[in-house]
């Protein structure tokens, strides 16, 4: 996936928190400072026209974004096998919290490549082995003679 669609989907999947924070204010500053409509008595207000289909997209949003990252569990092969049930229930049950935990780890995350494995401190891996041990590892494997007396 190209690095643009990462920030999309990941802007797509922060939306619906962004949502609950306006949300929340437009609702509480409705309650503690009276929205002055003017003369208009008749009919709610124009800030509850605005937000009721900006709540409903966003109700459906949600539930897409729900089956999309569902059936993605289970498609990536980057999760593991035992985990894709539990992603399932935890995407379904805590959904606007896991789906970004989940954006995370298996879209923005690249995925290690097996054949070059990340180096470890610096791009030199030759300090992974320990030369000194190195020309002992070429011999083949001798059992000792007799087992090793552990009581003295």
Known sequence: MKRSNKILLG?????????????????????????????????????????????????????????????????????DKDKKVLWAVVIFMGNMIAMPIYWYLYFWKEAPDSANPLPLGSGDTSAWTNNANASTRQQAYAPPREAPNWRE
Do not use: C
């Open 11 to 79: 802007l797509a999947t922060l939306w619906p928190f962004a949502y609950l924070i306006l949300f929340f204010f437009i609702i509480f500053g409705s309650i503690f400072f009276v929205f002055n409509t003017g003369d208009q008595e008749s009919g709610p207000p124009l800030f509850f026209l605005l937000i009721v289909p900006l709540h409903l997209l966003t109700m459906i949003w949600m539930i897409a974004l729900t089956v999309f990252y569902m059936v993605n569990v289970f498609k990536n092969d980057r999760v």
